[in-house]
């Protein structure tokens, strides 16, 4: 006999007038545990404009799109669309949600009050503000609304999940691995808590239960994104170059425009028949190539694709040697089709120009010295603090082994130097590529 979940029309779902929040989450993770739900789901979405008509108004008809989009995956697709509806409980929500998945706490915690405020008996609506508290340091609110929340719900298992979030952000580590495994105890295998354990071991360069507990979480649906990612660079980092391309394209498979999964994917097939060779005439070589590329090539949205047409942007190399103040004076540019910009150019090891004469230096570097390679003079750099960056357990301890605190430290040292290190491989030498040239910098090949 079919369950009451293995009956759903998800289209008379959708075409509901009320969906509650808890409704929403459950359906998401009935449409990722099956592949023929999610094509259905991809064909009612497609077949849209027939439940819009049902619903009672145009801004009612838009944020169940965005909705239907989030409960896909779609998160970035979701947004844009969430944005421009107008405030109800399950726009306030899912925007919310959205913007912590796509680290823009603050932006949530702003949407998650009025969600809360519109119904505080939720614990849905609760955790996840608690979780936007948290992420942007306002851990006494957090604390206390938690507290609310454990005396209605003791069982729920996203109340121990933040309560580890909060843990680790303060550096608890022992308090954040027993909230964690709190909250596995109250939901077997709970993914977000599963991650958690799973990234603090891969810092501590624990690969082997790092890979345990990512292991379990990828046969969990929804994919997480994430752990597909960590989990490759762990095997890429081991040569398992096969096992590291399959971990990239399962991401490709669900999203296959993610910049990151794509750029990780080519680096893993390239690796399985390459060895690492590169020189500086031949990173040179890469990056002109890369300026030369067609604006046209690009994935970008329409509204980006035409406000480059119209500043007269051909190429990725008219596109660094333009400012942000430059994009922003076009019509219809704002800030959404600037962060396009930025995310896509930062995949890239790119970023715009902060002044014409930066970018006129972006492809110059000084023999022995950093490379520029966006628009971020070094002087305005060398002085970060490492400690600052988000690096991977393995690279963080050679840092630290090596007693390199800022980024000035880091590019007096060249690329071979740091291969020379046992512990760090091309991966990881990808990844601090990676953290470089969002600053505009990058070492030296020899």
């Not at 409960?71 to 970035?76: A, D, H, I, N, Q």
């Not at 750029?263 to 097939?269: I, M, N, V």
């Not at 910009?341 to 022995?368: I, N």
Request: net charge negative; with cysteine; hydrophobic share 40%.
């Amino acid at each position: 006999m079919p369950t009451a979940e293995e009956t759903v029309d998800l289209k008379e779902t959708f075409a509901t007038e009320d969906l509650p929040i808890g409704r929403i989450i459950e359906l998401r993770r009935l449409v990722h545990t099956s592949i023929e739900r999610r094509g259905e789901l991809e064909r009612v979405s497609e077949a849209f404009p027939e439940i819009a008509k049902r619903l009672s108004s145009e801004n009612k008809a838009e944020t169940r799109r965005a909705t239907l989009l989030w409960t896909l995956g779609r998160v970035e697709d979701a947004v844009p669309v969430l944005e421009k509806a107008r405030a109800s409980k399950e726009k306030s929500y899912l925007l919310g949600v959205s913007y912590l998945d796509i680290g823009r706490p603050q932006d949530a915690l702003a949407q998650l009050k009025e969600a809360y405020e519109a119904d505080p008996a939720d614990g849905f609506l609760g955790v996840a503000l608690a979780e936007a508290y948290v992420k942007t340091g306002l851990v006494e609110e957090a604390q206390k609304l938690l507290d609310r929340i454990a005396k209605k719900e003791p069982e729920n298992a996203d109340v121990h999940y933040v309560r580890g979030i909060m843990a680790d952000l303060q550096g608890f580590r022992d308090q954040a691995i027993e909230a964690y495994e709190a909250a596995m105890e109250r939901e077997p295998g709970h993914p977000r808590s599963l991650f958690r354990l799973a990234y603090m071991y891969d810092l501590l360069g624990d690969d082997h239960r790092a890979l345990e507990l990512y292991e379990q979480l990828r046969k969990i649906r929804p994919l997480h994104v994430n752990t597909m990612i960590n989990l490759g660079v762990i095997y890429e980092d081991r040569g398992e170059f096969e096992k590291a391309a399959d971990c990239f394209r399962s991401v490709l498979d669900y999203f296959p425009n993610h910049a990151r999964a794509r750029l990780y994917f080519e680096d893993a097939q390239s690796s399985m028949s390459m060895y690492y060779d590169e020189d500086a005439a031949r990173r040179q070589a890469k990056l002109l190539q890369l300026l030369t590329q067609p604006i046209g090539e690009v994935q970008f949205s329409q509204r980006v694709r035409n406000g480059l047409t119209n500043l007269g942007v051909n190429t990725i190399g008219d596109l660094v040697a333009k400012t942000e103040d430059d994009l922003l004076e076009v019509p219809n540019f704002g800030k959404t089709s600037l962060r396009e910009v930025r995310d896509f150019l930062a995949s890239k090891g790119l970023s715009l120009a902060t002044s014409k004469e930066a970018a006129a230096r972006m492809a110059a570097g000084a023999a022995g010295g950093p490379v520029p390679v966006g628009g971020v003079p070094p002087a305005d750099v060398e002085s970060k603090t490492l400690a600052d960056f988000e690096w991977s357990g393995r690279i963080r301890k050679v840092l630290e082994s090596l007693d390199l605190k800022t980024v000035g430290d880091l590019l007096k040292k060249s690329e071979t130097e740091l291969m020379e290190h046992r512990n760090l491989g091309i991966t990881s030498i990808k990844e601090i590529r990676r953290k470089l040239g969002t600053l505009g910098v990058a070492m030296r090949a020899e």
